[in-house]
């Protein structure tokens, strides 16, 4: 993961915090779900529980600094979520933040690779676990 990536992420939150349909488990193996602790399983066991549409595994401010308190045992779907994928641009603009790629342009790292196109970057979403 790129340094800018992890730092938007943790200065973010917003997919977190987008929707309650958001974070729902698809194909996680039933060893994956017993990882995740019960009190953060959704009545229906569908998805993680949500306070709104905010998951009860993030922590902090959304937009200023948040932390997955589940990072290492998240499901699928935050792990697919890539930071300046379109979801992420959705769920950014939702609350107000630039475009990560706004971000890129605004620090002068012209080097960052399109992230829309960035496949191998497919298991590394963000670094909120420290
Ligand atoms: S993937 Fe995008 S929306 Fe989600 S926390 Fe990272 S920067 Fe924010
Ligand atoms: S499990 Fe973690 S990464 Fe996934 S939505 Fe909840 S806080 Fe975000």
Redesign the pocket.
């Known amino acids: 993961m790129l340094a800018i990536d992890a730092a938007a992420c943790r200065a973010c ?1 917003a ?3 987008y929707s309650a349909e ?2 729902r488990f698809s194909l996680e193996s039933d060893a994956a779900l017993a990882r ?1 602790p019960e009190a ?1 399983v959704s009545p229906s066991r569908g998805g ?1 529980r949500c306070e709104g549409d905010r ?5 902090g401010e959304v937009g200023v600094e ?6 290492d ?3 699928d ?2 792990r697919a ?1 890539e930071p300046g994928d379109d979801a992420c641009t959705i769920a950014r603009r939702h609350i107000g933040l630039p475009d990560l790629l706004g971000l890129a342009d605004l620090s002068g790292l012209a080097d960052l690779p399109d992230p829309t196109a960035a496949s191998d970057l497919q298991s590394s ?2 670094d ?1 676990a420290s």
């Open positions: 939150g997919c977190c915090a958001w974070p995740i953060l993680m998951c009860a595994a993030l922590e948040t932390r997955c308190t589940i990072y045992d998240r499901p779907v935050c979520c979403r963000r909120m």
